[in-house]
């Protein structure tokens, strides 16, 4: 997801809007650039590839100025080349945009038809000539902004500068997050709080249709149809210490170390530990009366989801539907009156599943949210907002926000069990009891980190790797499979174990490693079966499991990890760090960029 900054300040703005974009990198981007405004001109700076490389240019080229913009920007359309590096610019506009213009193409037809030459092969672009053209003929950048928004279809956050207007941006959004920050006698635009957050705590949140104009004054926000309105100011309490490393190598490990401290701290806004009870923030609708949920997300978090469905069918005995947001809306499902409509998300912004909601909440369905960012769209939309406190997630591959996620939805589940009658007291004290002890049990999982740092090498020469996984481990080793994927560039393949001999079984040779997540319980003989079929073939097995399961079927493994012993409830969550880790030492091992993966972005705001 692209990233956006603005600054309408009273010193100079480069090296705070470089500061900004910076805090901005664990979004995923290709190219960065900034513009400012000074002695009557435009001054733009763009390079391709890494923040460092537009330092550069910085540094060689300074670009003056009070006022400015700047952008991280992940390829849509268009090769991630300076050309098509935002800003972008006419001799009397430049712009930066979050998002996609999805009838670019005949706009564009129109603007050459008049004359206007292109530079890039961006949709952008088109914006930046529709505002510049009414601005050459006279109109305010008001207006201009006024005549050019209804015209954009798509999902955008736009921040505009005007040339002849050097005291003022313009900034507008529409399906894609944009927040305005009060300063002393500055004032700031950002795609999140926490870019803005070394400037400002005092934010809001401009609303579907808003467009903003910003002064050293303040901002005057304006809705859909143009008139003037109030969006209440809040205190972010987005810390600019919340994205330094500290002593860690990578924003993913620090991430994936500090699972035990946030797995707790959102378990204790669930869970009343004296009574031993789940509770749920204040809903004003009755739980009982849901007869179906209907869970919809993205990547990792549509595996939070596969785990959840495990948990509601079988505590609270009610059917689970669960499909990836990009798909859900175009298979036309059927909605059963008196459904919940469950949606997963690390950021709230992801533009498929964002779309899934709103398509359900027209169909009438009660919204429920699990998000990380309780301001974010998907969060003000919900009917019954159940936020993950896993704090700011730098790392694109998701790790504390997936273990989280879990933790809230194995809570929902108790407590939708005893809501509908399928769950005693008793039971809940022990559900309780068990999901108490997972921060425990998580540190434990960690503490064989140097293990599995070993043993990375022996993965990351290899071309294909297979996960396998039975029952609530199926969607772990999915997820897995994607950690691999993600940040070591290795091709991963999760599977439910007993489907190997449906197909799968033909990739296995010794150069294959196939890693098994197997806790011991009623499923782990069925699974040490499929291992021995793995085995017979000359498959290089890893074997994830706790001690009782390594001492019967560890023997003749190229590895194992120990996990704790842990209840079956809290097993995808203990389950979780030895996968992750794996993915993280083999990227390291293969010295791939771990926080910033290749073609990827942290969140996903175009369809």
């Not at 699990?370 to 790790?399: F, K």
Request: charged share 20%; hydrophobic share 45%.
């Amino acid at each position: 997801m692209c990233g956006i900054i603005g600054i309408v300040g009273k010193a100079e703005v480069a090296e705070r809007l470089v500061d900004g974009l910076r805090r901005m990198e664990y979004r995923g981007y290709d190219s960065a650039g900034v513009c400012t405004l000074h002695d009557g001109q435009l001054v733009r700076r763009r390079a391709e590839g890494k923040l460092a490389n537009l330092v550069k240019e910085l540094e060689g080229n300074p670009a003056p100025g009070q006022v400015g913009i700047a952008h991280t920007r992940w390829a849509t359309h268009g090769a991630p080349t300076t050309n098509n590096a935002h800003p972008h610019a006419t001799e009397e506009v430049a712009l930066v945009h979050n998002g996609i213009i999805e009838n670019f193409r005949p706009l564009r037809e129109e603007l050459i038809a008049r004359g206007r030459v292109f530079e890039s092969e961006t949709d952008t672009e088109v914006v930046a000539h529709l505002v510049s053209e009414q601005v050459e003929a006279g109109k305010s950048p008001e207006e201009a902004v006024q005549v050019v928004l209804p015209r954009l279809r798509g999902a955008f956050a736009l921040a505009i500068a005007f040339r002849r207007f050097p005291n003022l941006l313009i900034g507008a959004r529409l399906g894609s997050p944009l927040v305005v920050g009060y300063g002393d006698g500055e004032t700031y635009l950002g795609s999140d709080a926490l870019a803005l957050a070394p400037l400002t705590q005092r934010i809001s949140y401009l609303e579907e249709g808003d467009w903003v104009v910003l002064t050293r004054n303040g901002a005057q926000v304006h809705d859909a149809a143009n008139r003037p309105v109030e969006r209440a100011i809040t205190t972010s309490g987005a810390s600019a210490a919340a994205i330094e490393k500290g002593n860690y190598r990578h924003f993913m490990q620090k991430e994936i170390f500090e699972q035990p401290v946030v797995v707790a701290q959102t378990l204790r806004s669930y869970i009343r530990q004296l009574e031993r009870q789940v509770t749920l923030p204040q809903i004003d609708f009755d739980l009982s009366k849901i007869n179906r949920v209907t869970i919809v997300a993205c990547g990792t978090s549509y595996y939070a989801g596969m785990v959840a469905k495990y948990w509601f069918e079988r505590f609270a005995r009610v059917p689970v539907d669960i499909d990836v947001a990009s798909e859900f809306r175009y298979r036309e499902p059927v909605l059963e009156k008196g459904g919940l409509a469950l949606f997963i998300s690390q950021s709230g912004e992801t533009a498929d599943t964002l779309a899934a909601l709103r398509h359900c909440k027209a169909e009438g369905q009660t919204i429920a949210v699990v998000v990380n960012v309780p301001t974010s769209s998907m969060a003000r939309e919900a009917d019954l907002l159940l936020p993950t406190h896993a704090g700011p997630e730098i790392g694109v591959a998701s790790t504390k926000a997936f273990t989280c996620q879990l933790a809230v939805l194995a809570a929902l589940a108790a407590h939708l069990a005893v809501r509908r009658g399928r769950m005693d007291r008793d039971e809940e004290e022990r559900v309780v009891g068990h999901l108490l002890e997972a921060p425990a049990a998580l540190n434990a999982a960690l503490a064989h980190d140097e293990e599995i740092a070993a043993m990375a090498p022996l993965i990351a020469p290899a071309r294909d790797v297979l996960y396998l996984g039975r029952g609530p481990d199926y969607p772990l080793a999915l997820e897995g499979a994607l950690k691999l994927k993600e940040i070591s560039y290795i091709h991963a393949e999760g599977y439910a174990s007993g489907e190997m001999k449906h197909g799968p079984i033909a990739l296995i040779d010794e150069a294959v490693p196939v890693i098994v997540l197997a806790p011991s319980g009623p499923l782990f003989e069925k699974t040490v079966s499929n291992m021995q079929e793995v085995r017979a073939r000359g498959g290089k097995i890893v074997l994830i499991s706790d001690a009782e399961g390594i001492a019967e079927a560890g023997e003749g493994c190229m590895a194992t990890i120990e996990m704790p012993k842990v209840h079956p409830l809290i097993a995808p969550l203990v389950y979780a760090v030895p996968v992750q880790l794996l993915a993280y030492h083999t990227a390291c091992a293969k010295g791939t960029d771990v926080d910033q993966p290749r073609n990827l972005a942290k969140s996903v705001t175009v369809e």
